[in-house]
């Protein structure tokens, strides 16, 4: 038959069928079924067709009949291995052609695309499923903090207002987590991430990021344990912070999931090949592990072990996503191995360069920055921002840190501030309204020295690459993403610039100097309560003149036991205003009246203290 010579070499799978589903012929393609040629001439079709689709695809074929030409009919066939396969067809009607009641199916191997079709739908449904998620752990810490709050402005006890702010903090905390989850696996995805290449010892690494979770773990009676291989005691080249970035999500992950037994990290060498030292790293827990079928999805971006995992134990669900993409960027890999009810062991496999050093001669990078408000040194600083919540926490941060902050609500505002006044630094929100960050920016770099080379720190809740290098374009020194810390605000200003206060007078500023008095434990006892504070001097500069007054007559009636008495009545009050060289002088005035020694010298110092008193209260009498 003429139809036989044109198909014969073809790649498609020909097949040519009466109405009734006999197979009269088949090419040799057959073979990616695995069956041989000739092997299924003289069987019916539809013997090999999915069961439960048979009577679909008969209708089909009454309904070919009818035409000369039918197009990608879907059915599943069934192959020697006695698996199905996706098949699709396209009919040629032999009737129309030859008066022959039978077709010419030209059948094509569809099996991938449907896998890819399913794998799709499978993932949109993972996503959908991930944003759902996501979108409650969002909601869920806003709520907490807008509902405490609420509380807050109810005037609670002294506990349950401690109780309530620790809840905002806990929430606030969560809530950045994920949004960082979130920056974080975009930056990877773009191909935006870039890696250091320092000098590290996992003994200076691990032991300190194992210590974070101490806490977790006995709060949830968890035995944390980890081992570093003596081999490792090395100087390695690479990224130390992606690395704790790797073991921190790791080591959560295990905490979260395990609620009785262990969790153990040990490190150790893989192998050394050439300048490349493979470091491996175990992370082994007791928790409840992951089913089998699940083992190969649980690295992908919208998927978890399980849909209700998130709702169960909180989180973004992306941490283990971004551990493989970091693993893998660095030339390592990642694999699990985990039984169901029985815990799960990660593997981390990392390539470094080995140093040739024993010693590690370059500070490692800080990991963990504690705040520290005693080495703040006092600023001028234009703070632009448009938010009222944010411009309130920037200026308490800054209030905290004894900086003077004048504020600008935006862009237009800022330069008019900054033409009129002396700042040492610029912090500026970049999307504001009447004119932004970026212009502003420009605007100021175009102004006359030294304004033009004040330093500007952009503010920005959008961290991708192309938003900082807007900013960079415009003429900003550096960016910080929003939310930030003190500790973060701390580390841009002071270590990252290394700014440093001006001689100048803070513009605004009501003449007080605070050289003799220091308002920082008022600050950090009362959360920065300006209303606190100023009560706190209101009576300290209400009940300090009358003691002043007893104390020289004290000195006049030579009574050095009353002095003494006196001194120390007032000591509290000057730790409390941070009135520290006062107070020293305070300490010798009351030790020497209370044993009676150095009395030729002791009616001199204790008139001169009053008097450095009485030319401070005055001062304090202008801040309130």
């Not at 990392?350 to 050093?357: E, R, V």
């Not at 800022?414 to 610029?426: L, M, P, Q, T």
């Amino acid at each position: 038959m003429f139809y036989e010579a044109v198909v014969e070499d073809g790649s498609d799978l020909i097949f040519i069928v009466d109405y009734e589903g006999n197979i009269h012929y088949h090419n040799s393609s057959v073979h990616v079924l695995g069956y041989r040629s000739n092997s299924l001439t003289g069987k019916n079709f539809f013997s090999y067709i999915l069961p439960e689709t048979a009577a679909d695809l008969r209708v089909q074929f009454r309904k070919s009949q009818k035409r000369a030409y039918t197009e990608k009919v879907e059915f599943q066939f069934l192959c020697s291995d006695r698996s199905y396969k996706f098949l699709e067809f396209n009919a040629i009607n032999l009737k129309h052609k030859e008066g022959t009641e039978g077709f010419i199916l030209d059948c094509r191997d569809i099996t991938l695309r449907k896998r890819d079709a399913e794998e799709l739908v499978r993932l949109q449904k993972a996503k959908e499923q991930f944003l759902a998620n996501i979108s409650h752990e969002i909601r869920t810490p806003i709520n907490g903090i807008a509902g405490m709050a609420s509380l807050l402005s109810q005037n609670p006890s002294p506990e349950d207002r401690e109780m309530y702010l620790n809840a905002i903090r806990h929430s606030a905390e969560n809530l950045k987590l994920i949004i960082n989850d979130i920056l974080d696996l975009a930056a990877i995805e773009s191909g935006k991430l870039r890696f250091e290449k320092i000098p590290f010892n996992l003994q200076d690494l691990v032991p300190p990021l194992i210590s974070t979770f101490a806490y977790q773990a006995k709060e949830k009676r968890l035995e944390l344990k980890y081992s570093i291989a003596e081999k490792l005691n090395r100087i390695l080249l690479g990224d130390p912070v992606r690395l704790n970035q790797i073991l921190i999500n790791l080591v959560s992950n295990a905490v979260k999931f395990t609620h009785n037994g262990s969790i153990h990290v040990t490190c150790d060498v893989d192998k050394i090949h050439r300048d490349a030292c493979w470091v491996r790293i175990e992370v082994t827990d007791t928790g409840v592990g992951i089913p089998k079928e699940k083992l190969h999805t649980i690295f992908e971006s919208f998927s978890q072990a399980d849909e209700s995992v998130t709702r169960k134990y909180g989180g973004s669900g992306l941490g283990l996503t971004i551990v493989k993409q970091l693993v893998e960027l660095q030339k390592g890999k990642i694999t699990v191995r985990s039984k169901e009810g029985k815990g799960s062991t990660f593997i981390v496999l990392i390539p470094y360069a080995a140093a040739k050093a024993k010693t590690i001669t370059t500070p490692l990078p800080t990991l963990n920055i504690r705040f520290q408000p005693g080495l703040i040194k006092r600023l001028n600083v234009l703070l632009v921002e448009d938010n009222d919540i944010n411009r309130l926490y920037a200026k308490s941060i800054l209030k905290n840190w004894n900086c003077h902050a004048d504020i600008a609500e935006n862009g237009l505002v800022a330069i008019e501030k900054v033409k009129n006044n002396s700042y040492d630094i610029v912090l500026m929100d970049v999307q504001m309204p009447v004119m932004d960050g970026y212009e502003a920016t420009k605007a100021i770099r175009l102004m006359d020295e030294p304004k033009r080379n004040l330093p500007i720190i952009a503010l920005t809740a959008n961290a991708t690459k192309k938003d900082v290098q807007l900013c960079l374009a415009a003429g900003m020194n550096d960016y910080l993403p929003k939310p930030f810390t003190p500790e973060d605000l701390q580390r841009k200003i002071f270590e990252d610039l290394k700014i440093t206060p001006s001689e100048k007078t803070p513009n605004g500023e009501n003449g007080v100097s605070n050289s003799s008095f220091d308002f920082s434990y008022l600050r950090s006892v009362s959360g920065n309560n300006e209303e606190f504070i100023r009560e706190m001097i209101q009576t300290f500069i209400q009940t300090i003149p009358p003691i002043l007054n007893e104390m020289s007559a004290s000195v006049g009636s030579e009574d050095w036991i009353k002095l003494s008495r006196l001194a120390h009545q007032i000591k509290p009050s000057l730790s409390l205003l941070g009135m520290n060289d006062l107070r020293s002088r305070l300490s010798h005035i009351e030790e020497y009246g209370k044993t009676k020694t150095n009395l030729d010298a002791l009616p001199s110092l204790t008139n001169r203290f009053v008097l450095q008193c009485e030319e401070i209260i005055p001062q304090l009498a202008q801040y309130v």
